[in-house]
């Protein structure tokens, strides 16, 4: 079946722009993670959305961040007035409601910022 | 709260011999653990978990884990490196307070399997 999907693959723009980065998670998977992942570094937990609900918000990195889930499926992780340490590869992932516990990772949008 | 250490940033081993791949947690609450492997320019691909059933775990491509609860490790092996386990390696923990299972990251460990 369909994994989870991002978009665009690849995003390069200037300082100081938005940008806009989608997910579409597996069908049927309530729960979706953004993580961050810097160059040399693991990944770092962004936010949680339960349905079209964000529970936990707590790794958002500041307040140019922010991302909503529409019809518990697609999500949209802005972020405005990019830095370039903002720079690095922004991975979804979604799970079942009925959990397993695993997380399915989409195959991330890689951002960098001029 | 929960934390993973991933020692060695790169290991290097020759085809045909042993993988160990070095894990310890930290976790307030009976951990879940994973184990993700990443080959380059994709996203991550579960290769085992352990949650709270037997402590030998075993994955997917001859890949297996064993919790030691004792030594906070959840270390990765292989009896017999391929060159296309060649890829970087992920130990989580599931933060299972709040209720959202997000995973805590080690930094990773990147593979080079030498012909």
């Known amino acids: 079946g369909a994994g989870v999907s991002q978009s665009p693959s690849n995003k390069v723009t200037e300082k100081g722009k938005d940008v806009e980065l989608r997910c579409d998670p597996i069908?049927?998977?309530?729960?979706l993670y953004w993580y961050r992942q810097r160059l040399g570094q693991g990944l770092e937990f962004l936010i949680y959305f339960q349905g079209n609900s964000a529970p936990d918000k707590s790794g958002l990195p500041s307040d140019r961040f922010s991302a909503e889930r529409t019809g518990e499926s697609v999500s949209t992780l802005t972020i405005q007035r990019t830095q370039q340490e903002d720079s690095a590869v922004y991975l979804c992932?979604?799970?079942?409601?009925?959990?397993?516990?695993?997380?399915?990772f989409g195959p991330g949008t890689r951002l960098t910022v001029t | 709260a929960q934390s993973v250490t991933q020692l060695g940033s790169h290991v290097s081993v020759s085809e045909g011999a042993l993988v160990l791949l070095r894990c310890n947690y930290s976790s307030s609450v009976p951990p879940y653990l994973f184990w993700y492997v990443q080959y380059p320019n994709q996203g991550l691909q579960l290769l085992l978990k352990y949650t709270s059933a037997a402590t030998l775990v075993k994955g997917i491509n001859g890949f297996e884990a064993e919790f030691k609860k004792s030594e906070t490790s959840f270390h990765l092996t292989k009896p017999s490196a391929h060159m296309s386990d060649a890829a970087e390696y992920f130990c989580a923990v599931s933060d299972r307070r709040g209720g959202s299972e997000k995973l805590v990251f080690g930094k990773g460990t990147k593979l080079t399997v030498n012909p």
């Open positions: 992932a979604s799970r079942p409601a009925v959990s397993t516990y695993e997380q399915y």
């Open positions: 069908s049927g998977h309530t729960a």
